[in-house]
C-alpha cells in the first residue's frame, strides 16, 4: 500500500462539503431498506388480500435478494458507463414503480414480479450510493458519509417495524409501499442537486464475468437457501429434484462454487490481456484488502445468523407475537445504529486492524452474554444489554469495514466497492441464514433424539408415532396439537413438551455459542486489515498508474 500524499505545509484547511448528497444517500437507502423490511412486517396482510401462503412472500423476497445480488457487478459498470447519477435517477424511478406494483398487487404472481424488479435495480442504485460518497466527500467527512450508509439499513428497519407495523394493522399493509413511492419521488427531485459524475463512455461490458458472475451467485444462493428444506446430504421429499437419492442443495453450490472459481479466473485472464473485467481486482489488491473482505464477510455472517437466531428465540421461546418480536429487536438494531454513525470518530486514533479486533471481541462477547443469560422465562435486562452489546460491535465494524476498502481504491473504482459490499453482504447473509438453521435445527434434533431414547416415560410405541425424522422449531402449542393426535396421556404429552422446551432452548443456546466461536476467529482477518489510519481516497493506484481527475 501507499503511503499516500503528503499534505503541503501551506494548504489551507479544506472546507465542509455541502450534505445534501449524503441525505440523498441515506434516504435512498432508507427506500431500499425499507421495501424489504415492509415486506417481511406486511406478510400476514398480504398472505390474507392475495389468498397465498406466506412462503409465496418468502419466495418474493428470496427473488428480490438475488436479482440484486446477480446484477450488482454489472450495476457498478452500467453507471460508470452511462454515468452515476443518470442511472440513479432511472433506477430509483423504476423502484418507485415496481413500489406501486406491489401496493396494487391483485395476484402472488404480480407481487413476485415486481419485487424481482424491485431487487434488480437495486442492484443499479447501491453502487451509485458509494460513488456518491466518493464524489462528495473525502477524508473525515468521507468516514462520517459510510457510516451513516451502514446506519441506514438498521434505520429502516426499526422504520418498517414501526411504520409498516402500524400501517398493516390499522389501514392496511398497501399503504406501506406507496409511501415509499412517495420517498421515491423525493429521492428524485433531491438527486438533481447531485454532482454530476461524467461518464466513462470508454467503458466496455464485459459480459461474460457478468453472465459467470450472476449464474454463481443464483446457484449459490438457492443451495444455501434449500439446505434446510431440501436436505444437508440426502433430499428430504420436499425438494425439487434429487441426484441419486442427494439433496440438490448441496449441487447447486458445489456448482456455484465452480462457477465462483471459474470468474475470477476469467478476470485474471482478462486483466492479464489488459481487457476490460465486470469487476476490476484492483479493490483486492493487497492481502490488507482480502483481509477486510474477509472480515467484512465473517461479520454479515454472524450477524445475519443472529438475526435469524434472535427473532426464533423470541417467537418460538417466548411465544411473542411478530409485533412483539418487532418491537423487542428495537434495542439492538438502535445500537446497530449508533455504532455505524459514531465509529468514525474512532479513526482519528486507531487503525481498523485495531478496531477491527476490538469488535469482534465485542460481538462475541455480547453473543456469549446471550447465550447464558436466555431462558424460558424472558429475563429481559440481561437480554437486552447482550442485543446492544452484539449491536455495538456489529455496526462498528460493518462500517469500519466498508470504509476501509473505500479508503484504500481509487475513486473510479468506487463504483466496484460498493457493488462489492453488496455482493459480499448478500451472500454471507443467506449463508449465515442457512447455517444458522442447519445447525440449530441439528443439534435441536439431537438433543430430543437422546432425550426421547433415555425417557422412561416415552415407549417406542408412543415415539414410532411422532416425525423424529423432521424435528424443528415448533411452540408448545403447536406440539401439544402434534402429541394430541397419537395415543399419549396427558403426562406423556407434559414430558414431550418438557423435552421440547429444554431441547430449543440448549439449540439456540449452543447456536450462539458457535456464533461467538466464529465471531472470535475472525480476530485473525481483522488483524491484517490495514495498520494505518483511514484518510482520503487515494490519488493512485499503489502500482502507480494515476487515477482519472475528479469531477
Do not use: C
Not at 428480490?64 to 447519477?85: D, N
Amino acid at each position: 500500500m501507499s503511503a499516500g500524499i503528503e499534505p503541503e505545509a501551506a494548504a489551507p484547511p479544506a472546507l465542509a462539503a455541502s450534505w445534501l448528497p449524503l441525505v440523498v444517500v441515506v434516504l435512498t437507502q432508507i427506500q431500499a431498506s425499507f421495501a424489504v423490511n415492509a415486506l417481511t412486517v406486511s406478510m400476514q396482510g398480504i398472505t390474507t388480500d392475495l389468498s397465498t401462503p406466506a412462503t409465496s412472500v418468502g419466495t418474493a423476497i428470496t427473488a428480490g435478494t438475488f436479482a440484486m445480488a446477480a446484477f450488482i457487478l454489472l450495476g457498478a459498470k452500467l453507471g460508470a458507463k452511462f454515468g452515476s447519477r443518470r442511472v440513479f435517477q432511472i433506477a430509483v424511478v423504476i423502484h418507485g414503480l415496481a413500489m406501486a406494483a406491489v401496493a396494487l398487487s391483485v395476484s402472488p404472481a404480480m407481487l413476485f414480479i415486481a419485487q424481482a424488479a424491485s431487487g434488480a435495480v437495486i442492484a443499479l442504485i447501491a453502487p451509485a450510493l458509494v460513488v456518491f460518497i466518493a464524489a462528495n466527500y473525502s477524508g473525515e467527512q468521507q468516514a462520517r458519509s459510510i457510516g451513516f450508509l451502514a446506519a441506514a439499513i438498521p434505520a429502516a428497519g426499526v422504520l418498517a417495524l414501526l411504520i409498516a407495523g402500524t400501517f398493516a394493522s390499522t389501514i392496511g399493509w398497501r399503504y406501506s409501499f406507496a409511501l415509499i413511492v412517495v420517498l421515491a419521488a423525493v429521492n428524485l427531485l433531491l438527486s438533481f442537486r447531485l454532482k454530476v459524475v461524467p461518464p466513462q463512455p470508454a467503458v466496455v461490458i464485459d459480459w461474460v464475468g457478468a453472465v459467470l458472475a450472476a449464474g454463481s451467485i443464483i446457484l449459490l444462493s438457492f443451495g444455501f437457501s434449500g439446505l434446510n428444506s431440501w436436505g444437508v446430504i440426502l433430499a428430504t421429499p420436499s425438494a425439487p429434484f434429487t441426484v441419486l437419492g442427494v439433496s440438490p442443495a448441496p449441487i447447486l453450490i458445489l456448482l456455484g462454487a465452480i462457477g465462483g472459481q471459474a470468474f475470477f479466473v476469467w478476470l485474471r485472464r482478462r486483466k492479464a490481456a489488459h481487457l476490460p473485467q465486470i469487476f476490476d481486482l484492483e479493490v483486492l489488491k493487497s492481502g490488507s484488502e482480502k483481509a477486510t473482505t474477509f472480515a467484512m464477510a465473517a461479520m454479515l455472517f454472524v450477524g445475519t445468523a443472529a438475526n435469524f437466531l434472535i427473532p426464533l428465540y423470541i417467537q418460538i421461546v417466548q411465544g411473542r407475537s411478530s409485533f412483539q418480536t418487532s418491537i423487542s429487536i428495537i434495542p439492538y438494531t438502535l445500537s446497530i445504529f449508533i455504532a455505524s454513525s459514531v465509529v468514525a470518530t474512532l479513526y482519528k486514533r486507531y487503525p481498523p486492524h485495531q478496531i477491527g479486533r476490538v469488535g469482534f471481541v465485542v460481538v462475541a462477547a455480547g453473543l456469549t452474554l446471550l447465550a447464558f443469560t436466555i431462558r424460558n422465562e424472558w429475563e429481559q435486562f440481561a437480554v437486552v444489554i447482550g442485543l446492544i452489546v452484539l449491536g455495538l460491535g456489529q455496526g462498528a465494524i460493518v462500517a469500519l469495514v466498508f470504509n476501509t476498502l473505500l479508503s484504500a481504491a481509487p475513486k473510479r473504482l468506487a463504483g466496484d466497492v460498493g457493488a462489492w459490499r453488496g455482493l459480499v453482504h448478500n451472500i454471507s447473509g443467506s449463508v449465515g441464514i442457512a447455517v444458522a438453521s442447519v445447525f440449530a435445527v441439528g443439534i435441536l434434533s439431537t438433543i430430543v433424539a437422546s432425550s426421547v431414547a433415555s425417557s422412561q416415560n416415552l415407549p417406542p410405541e408412543l415415539t414410532a408415532q411422532v416425525p423424529l425424522d423432521s424435528v424443528n422449531f415448533v411452540t408448545n402449542d403447536q406440539l401439544e396439537a402434534v402429541l394430541g393426535q397419537t395415543s399419549a396421556t396427558p403426562d406423556q404429552i407434559a414430558e414431550g413438551i418438557a423435552i421440547n422446551e429444554d431441547a430449543r432452548l440448549r439449540a439456540l443456546q449452543v447456536s450462539l455459542l458457535g456464533l461467538a466461536g466464529i465471531a472470535l476467529l475472525a480476530i485473525i482477518p481483522a488483524g491484517r486489515m490495514p495498520d494505518y489510519v483511514p484518510g482520503d481516497i487515494p490519488a493512485a493506484l499503489s502500482s502507480g498508474t494515476e487515477t482519472e481527475p475528479a469531477s
